[in-house]
């Protein structure tokens, strides 16, 4: 079993910044590939980022692409969304969650979630 709790959340004007944190309890063979979605009102939840332990790879949804940065920290067992350039329509509940492989853009891929962390972009 692992625990991930999201952080970091919060409102923000339109171009500002936000840097989400996903604390996960242990690093596993479930942990090799940890992503962000995010889900607004009346959305279905949509693939954000992506990143592997095992070579460090990393994919973006074109939406976000040069303006949020994932990264994880596996000495803290931490993963992190850097969001800049903020836009209204970035507006959404944002999760972290993690797998051994699969589909990393397909959120039914992912085996452990966490509750979630508001974030709200003004304009």
């Known amino acids: 079993q692992v625990q991930l709790v999201e952080s970091g959340g919060g409102l923000v004007q339109a171009g500002g910044s936000l840097r989400l944190s996903c604390a996960f309890s242990?690093?596993?063979?479930?942990?090799?590939?940890m992503g962000w979605f995010r889900q607004a009102p009346g959305k279905e939840r949509e693939f954000v980022a992506a990143?592997?332990?095992?070579?460090?790879?990393?994919d973006y949804a074109d939406s976000v692409k040069g303006r949020f940065t994932i990264s994880r920290d596996n000495a803290e067992n931490t993963l992190h969304l850097q969001m800049d350039v903020l836009k209204p329509e970035d507006t959404a509940v944002y999760y972290c969650?993690?797998?051994?492989?699969?589909?990393?853009?397909?959120?039914?891929?992912?085996?452990?979630w966490g509750q979630g962390t508001q974030v709200t972009v003004s304009s």
């Open positions: 969650a993690s797998m051994l492989s699969g589909d990393y853009r397909n959120p039914a891929s992912y085996t452990y």
């Open positions: 242990r690093r596993t063979f479930t942990t090799n590939i």
């Open positions: 990143s592997t332990w095992i070579g460090r790879y990393t």
